[in-house]
């Protein structure tokens, strides 16, 4: 007979499970000692927050003592930071100084990150790179394989973001190889496309806003990075109410909480209101029911319900356009977007309603019909929409059997997807429901 456990045994147990919920405390690992010491050297004194593993979020921070709206999260002095002002005042300064053209503020900062990974033991930065990510999940760092399984409109932003890294690598070649009197290895060896991806991605998704005046040596795009070691562990929640900013007071970057947080839970920041398409782009993840979450309609599938004998379709297309209506066309927990049925409804026009456009444009009802109209073809979209969406995820568990190495990269679409499949389930429900009450 199996015996029983008894009630010290279940105290325990719920005790494990709770540490595991909360997240296991990470700070006696050598690398956040060596962080620690670094960042006291210069400066930042911190007792309440602890590197720590979570079982949903990864790595992160979290507080022991319970925090209250109004209470400063962190406080990191300027002299942890690292600006394009780090960059200058190192040995990149002076090369940086007289490049003409001159290159940028992100370039300025890519290539000291790669210049200081590459010095290794000699960089005096080097407890920061120790814990920064070796690897990311931007689209940019995608395989094909995986970015081909993200939907239409993303997929095409993964593309432009390639191209973006890419030109840039191109066109930073002969700055790169002005630094050559620097390093005894070659700099085409060095400041290769994978340093600068890997680099660029470092800036893209761990920098703080911060701005800087311009400088005549960097050109005219916004100087506004700044890394903040330490503090970029904190991670990203739709949920949570932050104050962020630079006290020139302290001189120090301080972030004050909005929200509770018991103790030994996450410390969550919020990156701003943005879905689950904008933060995979940005940031390389998703978070699950985020509130700000939408299925993108792109124009290719709004326009495929719509016959194209139509004779005033030309010119309905050219009147979404001219008033963009032809993008950010969404479904959202609430159902179809405001923006979505206005673009139906005026596709769906009929030849003796087409003199009411504007109206339509409006808000105004315009008929019976052409009410009744657009709530079929959005449900039509929304089911075409749903049986794309089940068919990638069918695609994505096969692909996740076979092959092994991407098996990370295609959880976090197969995330996306599964949360952009609770959404127009969501809507074709608030659909059924319109269409009951107009029938």
């Known amino acids: 007979m199996k015996k029983s456990r008894g009630r010290t045994s279940r105290k325990r147990r719920r005790k494990h499970l709770q540490s595991f919920m909360d997240g296991v405390n990470s700070s006696h690992k050598m690398e956040y000692i060596k962080l620690k010491k670094w960042l006291k050297d210069r400066g930042f004194e911190d007792s309440n927050l602890r590197p720590a593993q ?13 925090l209250q709206a109004g209470d400063l999260v962190i406080s990191l002095p300027e002299k942890c930071l690292l600006t394009t002002g780090t960059v200058l005042s190192s040995c990149l300064g ?35 790179l120790d814990v920064l990510p070796k690897t990311y999940t931007c689209p940019v760092c995608l395989e094909h394989d995986v970015v081909s399984l993200l939907p239409q409109p993303l997929r095409r932003k993964a593309q ?5 890294v890419h030109e840039l690598h191109m066109s930073s070649k002969a ?67 932050v104050k962020a900013a630079f006290n020139e007071q302290t001189r120090s970057y301080e972030i004050w909480t909005n929200s509770q947080c018991k103790k030994y839970e996450e410390v969550f920041i919020c990156y701003g209101p943005h879905d689950n398409q904008r933060l995979l782009l940005e940031y390389g993840f998703v978070t699950m029911n985020n509130p ?15 016959p194209p004998l139509d004779k005033q379709r030309n010119a309905k297309i050219a009147i979404l356009k001219d008033h963009d209506f032809l993008e950010n066309l969404t479904f959202g927990w609430d159902g179809p977007s405001w923006r979505l049925l206005t673009a139906l409804k005026l596709l769906s026009l009929g030849a003796d309603e087409f003199t009411c456009w504007r109206r339509t444009l409006l808000g105004d009802v315009i008929s019976a019909r052409n009410e009744q109209q657009t709530l079929n073809i959005t449900a039509k979209i929304c089911h075409f929409l749903m ?28 995330a996306l997807r599964l949360e952009d499949l609770k959404i127009l389930q969501k809507s074709a429900e608030i659909l059924c429901d319109l269409n009951m009450a107009t029938t």
């Open 160 to 164: 432009e973001q390639r191209m973006t």
């Open 387 to 414: 049986e794309e969406t089940q068919h990638v995820l069918l695609q994505i568990s096969q692909l996740k059997r076979n092959k092994e190495n991407l098996k990370k990269q295609l959880a976090l679409v197969e």
């Open 292 to 306: 700000h979450s939408s299925v993108y309609v792109s124009s290719d599938t709004l326009l495929k319900y719509f």
């Open 54 to 66: 979570f079982w949903d979020t990864g790595r992160g921070l979290m507080t022991t003592k319970a």
């Open 175 to 241: 700055f790169f190889s002005s630094l050559q009197p620097l390093f005894a290895e070659n700099t085409g060896t060095i400041f290769n496309y994978s340093a600068l991806e890997w680099a660029w991605c470092t800036i893209n998704t761990r920098t703080i806003y911060m701005k800087h005046s311009q400088r005549e040596c960097f050109s005219l795009e916004p100087d506004v990075y700044a890394l903040a070691p330490y503090l970029d562990l904190l991670n990203h929640s739709p949920n949570v109410q």
């Open 94 to 128: 002076e090369y940086i100084m007289k490049w003409k053209p001159p290159v940028s503020p992100l370039i300025a900062l890519c290539t000291f990150l790669i210049a200081e990974k590459h010095a290794g033991e000699k960089s005096l930065w080097k407890p920061y």
